[in-house]
């Protein structure tokens, strides 16, 4: 559902359930499931029960197999690149705006093969995001310890940061936390129609800041999806994506379909300039990582020479990169 992009709501409903069920007995959901009482349980609906029904049974749900049929590559032409990718420096967890824990998220990436993934939950500025302060970043970053001692090694959850360009260019975070961070991805999320020069001079203010990693869906645009579309921020690009090769800081080519950041014109451009890249996910949950499929296939129809993609790069080379400024 999530690959799919299926309404959150229905997405939830299905978690909820999921979270009320785990902790059960299995006999007392069997019972339950016989006895048709399972919706008497918070969280759980008639289509959840029904579900769960069918499972208990011996059946697979006929929404599993519908769901099913949409499985394999969300896009196509990025096959070989997508092949290539180790890792994943854009995605959030239900610390701030995504839908679930992040542990959750980290074994999700392992499942797809990842060697890491960098977890960039929004930062104190953006409230409505849930973004998080100096403390409870700090304490995130305890956990993050923690998932990756049980995990021995075997794969990396990387601490990172999806940090709100400020108008004047400054960073949203104290410069305490973020060097405490592998990853930093910088961007824009307000004031998104603001005049060319001054938007300008913000992007470049935050590129050369030496605690950005990456630039994060410049334009800010919108093309498609529940949330209406949103015409792109007007800015300098050359500028900025000078900017951008001369610091090192990679040019997000965000995955979200939604998004398709930066455009053809300016993706080719950076191109030109000689930036990095990063394929990211900005995944809110653990299956839009998949959506890393669309990303692959845009940079491969550019022509971008996947040695210039941060994400093809091992843990080693990518922890070094993104330490080089500080």
């Known amino acids: 559902m999530e ?69 394999g590559p969300l896009a196509t032409g990025g096959e070989e690149l997508r092949a290539r990718l180790r890792g994943d420096l854009h995605s959030h967890s239900d610390w701030s705006d995504g839908g679930s824990p992040l542990e959750e998220m980290a074994m999700t990436a392992m499942e797809l093969g990842h060697d890491y993934l960098v977890l960039t939950d929004h930062s104190p500025r953006l409230r409505v995001a849930n973004g998080l302060s100096a403390e409870r970043l700090a304490r995130q970053l305890g956990v993050v310890d923690a998932v990756n001692e049980h995990l021995g090694g075997t794969f990396t959850l990387l601490k990172g940061i999806e940090v709100d360009i400020l108008d004047d260019g400054a960073l949203d975070q104290t410069p305490e936390m973020l060097g405490r961070l592998d990853v930093r991805v910088a961007s824009v999320h307000s004031k998104l129609k603001m005049d060319a020069a001054a938007m300008t001079r913000r992007m470049v203010g935050a590129v050369r800041n030496p605690h950005t990693n990456v630039l994060g869906h410049c334009t800010g645009r919108l093309v498609t999806g529940n949330r209406g579309t949103r015409a792109q921020s007007q800015f300098d690009a050359k500028l900025v994506f000078t900017a951008c090769a001369e610091e090192g800081v990679a040019v997000e080519i965000n995955s979200r379909p939604e998004r398709r950041d930066p455009p053809t014109k300016l993706l080719e451009l950076a191109r030109d300039l000689g930036c990095l890249f990063s394929i990211d996910s900005d995944a809110h949950a653990p299956g839009q ?13 550019a022509g971008i020479d996947p040695e210039r993609i941060v994400t093809t790069w091992e843990r080693d080379r990518l922890l070094e990169w993104a330490g080089a400024r500080l």
Do not use: W
């Open 289 to 301: 990582l998949d959506m890393l499929d669309y990303g692959a296939a845009r940079a491969t129809e």
């Open 3 to 71: 690959r799919q992009r299926e309404e959150s709501r229905r997405i939830e409903a299905f978690r909820n359930a999921a979270r009320t069920i785990l902790p059960l007995p299995d006999d007392e959901v069997r019972r339950r499931a016989a006895a048709g009482t399972l919706t008497e349980l918070a969280g759980i609906g008639p289509s959840t029960a029904a579900v769960i029904t069918d499972a208990c049974n011996g059946v697979v749900p006929d929404r599993l197999v519908g769901l099913e049929k949409t499985a």
